[in-house]
């Protein structure tokens, strides 16, 4: 079933993603080679804590993180660790925040240090095809028409698009119906309404998407061991088109 959101619970969901924009922007101050994802963690369970929030992803389905860091060819719900991230490196973190019980959701894909340039490539066109999916995102439009723009446009760079993970509606809890695929044909699909809220969110790899399940049974990691990157925006649909409640 898909529960649509009223102007006020937007709203209400807009202050979490207005929140959890500005912790992406400072995280990005602090993400440099020698920092361990077990230290963003903590900066950013203390972050949301100074600002009245909550991690809603500490707890979920026995989740033990308030972030998933996932690291170079680790595709998605990577556990934060003690490992200090290196010159080159990429890192995608994501959170849900819970603001008085509104939830946002957004991932983003951080350089460590100096990238190298097919590494800097596959940011770009996964943070570009995020905005070609947002594009689709109007009311009368279908799923499969946001899932083309995207799969379209990383395919035609020479990347591959993740098939196992999707995005999804989010509202009252973080995951539910639909699921948004980012790859797809136009035309086909559900069709969106106002008041949907849906996260887009594209995890995008250098080489094949398959992937591989890590043994703790979360952390999703490209089967040929290729870089993977992810960008994540939580998106209503409103009567005047896409509103990105994440917008950084
Ligand atoms: N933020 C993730 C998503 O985009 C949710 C991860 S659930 C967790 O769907 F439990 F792994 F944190
Ligand atoms: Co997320």
Not at 56 to 78: L, P, R
Request: glycine residues 10%; charged residues 25%.
């Amino acid at each position: 079933m898909i529960i649509l959101k009223s102007e006020k619970e937007i709203e209400q969901m807009h202050e979490a993603g207005k929140l959890l924009a500005s912790c992406h922007k400072e995280i990005s101050k602090i993400v440099e080679p020698g920092i361990t994802t077990i230290e963003i963690d903590a900066f950013v369970e203390k972050y949301l804590k100074k600002h009245g929030a909550t991690p809603e992803q500490k707890g979920y389905q026995g989740y033990q993180y308030a972030t998933c860091a996932s690291v170079n060819d680790e595709i998605c719900h990577g556990f934060p660790r003690k490992t200090p991230l290196k010159d080159g490196d990429i890192v995608t973190i994501d959170m849900v925040v819970n603001l008085n019980g509104a939830l946002a959701d957004s991932a983003w894909t951080y350089a460590v240090g100096n990238i190298s340039d097919k590494a800097e490539h596959l940011l770009k066109v996964t943070k570009n095809s995020l905005y070609k999916g947002i594009e689709k995102a109007y009311a009368g439009n279908r799923l499969g028409d946001i899932g083309y723009a995207i799969q379209h446009y990383a395919e035609s760079e020479g990347f591959s698009v993740v098939r196992e993970f999707v995005g999804h509606g989010i509202g009252p809890t973080i995951h539910e119906e639909p699921h948004v695929p980012h790859y797809g044909r136009p035309g086909t699909g559900l069709i969106l309404k106002t008041g949907m809220v849906i996260t887009i969110e594209p995890m995008i790899n250098e080489g094949v998407w398959a992937s591989r399940m890590d043994s703790n049974g979360w952390t999703a990691r490209t089967a040929d061991g290729k870089l993977s990157a992810q960008y994540e925006h939580t998106i209503a649909i409103t009567k005047d088109g896409p509103l990105i409640l994440t917008q950084q």
